[in-house]
């Protein structure tokens, strides 16, 4: 059999790498959902515990399923080293836990999942760590805010809902220049259309519950970097505070990864197709999309990104009662506030995900309340149309 290296393409990688078949032969991965494992003699007990023989010892801090998803996309990632956590917070969370101390600053785009930012105001402050918050797109903002306390440059690429891009080669230089480290949420794109530690990121975290399952069933999340920033930074919170990721979600998240690029790829197909048909209809306003070329970070994409992805938001002619009149008639589209399925979903920004932001901030940000956000699924195009256009068409 030829040797899995990382020199494979990535949709070979996202099938066959990081795992190690079983004396059973099996042509699938097997699962390991197995708390504990047994040691031949007291000496081997002895060696796992104190490290000095690699092996499995307790699926807090390693098992065979959960292993296979790390080195998996780790490959994707193009990063030396990945640790699987329980949720997409969780990797944050240990990120943060395992790099800052007291008295540590980071900058942060002010356009980050909400979840996040709960996190760093009322958990990570608890504990003295100071965020400065910037515009995503602007240099001078993220320039600006960096002190001498400041250990990292905190971002997610496109932003959602209003799909702005960072230019992460030059947020790169920038924390570098500063001694500070660059760390990406890469969830919206996933490494099928992005990997931003070939361009000079530090660490990329996921929420797996996204386009890594990609069919809407498990929580997860992922850290991956250099083998010294994961294994004596990061891994440690993990094995110690206890957020690991269980086997059984690691063997879905594995199947979810095979599929990844195909999957992606017919997600970039229908975004596209659907922005570029909601930037025509009369009853829009207008469209926020990557693959756009309205968008005003357009060139960028195209150098940064593989494709676009699979969120777009539009604001419709009219307020709050039109948006949610468009998203009252839907009939198939799932009304939901999560992203990254199968399954395209709809959500109203300013009373869902954006709700607990201050109404000024919000404007600020510009949700506005006329406009919706639409992970686009992989039902047929005609089909996620038809369901919005119910909506749309009622406005005019
Ligand atoms: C969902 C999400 C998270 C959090 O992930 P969970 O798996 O829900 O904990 C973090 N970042 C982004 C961009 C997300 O969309």
Redesign the pocket.
């Given at each position: 059999m030829l040797p899995m290296t990382d020199d494979f393409d990535l949709e070979t990688l996202a099938i066959r790498y990081g795992y190690d078949q079983t004396q059973e032969q099996e042509n699938s991965e097997a699962i390991f959902p197995t708390s504990s494992f047994r040691y031949r003699s007291a000496q081997q007990a002895a060696d796992r515990f104190a490290g000095n023989e690699a092996g499995n010892v307790y699926s807090r801090f390693t098992n065979p399923t959960v292993r296979a998803f790390e080195k998996r996309l780790a490959a994707l990632e193009q990063g030396q080293s990945c640790v699987g956590t329980a949720?997409?917070?969780?990797a944050?969370l240990s990120t943060f836990l395992g790099l800052l101390e007291s008295g540590d600053h980071i900058v942060s785009s002010r356009s980050?999942?909400g979840?996040?930012k709960a996190l760093f105001d009322r958990y990570l402050k608890k504990f003295g760590i100071e965020i400065t918050y910037v515009p995503l797109t602007e240099l001078s903002a993220w320039q600006s805010a960096i002190t001498p306390k400041t250990k990292a440059l905190f971002l997610?690429t496109p932003s959602?809902p209003l799909t702005e891009v960072a230019d992460l080669t030059v947020l790169a230089d920038l924390a570098h220049d500063n001694d500070a480290l660059l760390i990406v949420?890469n969830?919206?794109c996933t490494p099928a259309l992005q990997t931003p530690l070939t361009m000079g990121a530090d660490l990329v975290v996921h929420?797996?519950?996204?386009f890594l399952d990609g069919q809407g069933r498990m929580?997860?999340?992922a850290v991956v970097g250099s083998e010294t920033l994961i294994e004596e930074h990061i891994r440690g919170v993990i094995r110690t505070a206890g957020p690991s990721m269980s086997p059984f979600n690691a063997w879905v998240f594995l199947k979810g990864l095979e599929t990844l690029k195909l999957r992606m790829d017919a997600h970039c197909e229908r975004a596209q197709r659907l922005a570029e048909w909601l930037q025509a209809h009369p009853a829009v306003e207008s469209v926020f999309y990557p693959g756009l070329a309205s968008h005003p970070q357009h060139d960028l994409v195209a150098k940064q990104q593989k494709g676009p992805g699979g969120l777009l938001s539009f604001r419709v002619i009219g307020g709050r009662e039109a948006a949610w009149q468009v998203v009252d008639a839907t009939q198939m589209i799932s009304i939901t506030a999560n992203?990254g399925d199968v399954k395209t979903s709809i959500t109203h920004p300013a009373t869902t995900t954006h709700c607990r932001v201050e109404p000024e901030e919000r404007l600020k940000a510009g949700i506005t309340e006329n406009l919706l956000r639409v992970s686009v699924g992989l039902e047929s195009f005609e089909d996620i149309r038809t369901d919005l256009s119910r909506g749309l068409d009622a406005l005019l």
């Open positions: 949720s997409g917070m969780a944050i980050v999942f979840t996040t997610e959602n949420d969830c919206f929420s797996a519950t996204k929580i997860g999340g992203l």
